[in-house]
């Protein structure tokens, strides 16, 4: 319980935690921002981390001075990207081992084949709007991973999503972070940015429900 407490601290006063680092450690700061946002990314065991909130965090500081905008924004385009093809492979090696017999109870290749049919199908999109859902996004390259999605096809979206994802929310907090209604509620700030977050999957799963309703109410007319 302590340890979620202060996961739950940190996140919602991120900007007072992010601003000490600055203070602490310098330009050693970026390492430790692109180190969070790989292992984010990148690690199927650490999808607790921060994401939307530390790229918001870290834009509000690039916007009073304390980081380099410039720098924010690359730095952690590519710690995205490569968290991402870090977790994709490991999935993608770990895929054939786990589908290795015919008659497997929890793990068929079957389901193996029907992943890779979809990510083939709708990957792409999934992958993008992973990216903007917490929890979601570290699973969602894994998952692309076991189900062998082409590679050409994966890195694509991968570089698309990742760099909506970082200069989406690092500008926002960029160019908002500073006014002072945001400064002085920055935890509700923070919630406010989850939830945008979680808007562009809860669109396309209504969407999506909303086309089986309408397909259930063609196949029963």
């Known amino acids: 319980m302590e340890f979620l407490a202060r996961a739950v601290d940190f996140v919602l006063h991120i900007d007072k935690h992010l601003l000490e680092l600055v203070t602490t450690y310098g330009t050693w700061t970026y390492g430790i921002l692109f180190a969070i946002v790989f292992m984010e990314t990148g690690l199927v065991v650490t999808p607790f981390l921060p994401g939307d909130s530390l790229l918001f965090a870290a834009g509000a500081l690039a916007g009073a001075g304390a980081l380099e905008i410039g720098i924010v924004v ?3 385009i590519a710690a995205a990207v490569i968290g991402d093809n870090v977790n994709y492979l490991i999935g993608r090696s770990v895929g054939p081992r786990v589908f290795t017999t015919e008659h497997n109870r929890f793990f068929k290749r079957e ?9 083939e199908r709708h990957g792409g999109k999934m992958l993008v709007l992973a990216r903007f859902v917490p929890i979601v996004r570290t699973f ?28 989406g929310f690092s500008l926002l907090g960029y160019f908002f972070g500073g006014l002072p209604v945001v400064k002085e509620n920055f935890s509700v700030a923070v919630i406010v940015v989850i939830f945008i977050s979680l808007v562009p999957m809860v669109v396309e799963v209504w969407k999506a429900r909303r086309g089986r309703l309408r397909a259930g109410a063609r196949n029963s007319s």
């Open 74 to 76: 690359p730095l952690l």
């Open 111 to 119: 389901h193996l084949s029907r992943t890779h049919e979809f990510y």
């Open 140 to 167: 969602a390259p894994f998952v692309a991973g076991i189900g062998r999605m082409s590679y050409p096809r994966f890195l694509a979206f991968s570089i698309a999503g990742g760099t909506l994802w970082v200069a």
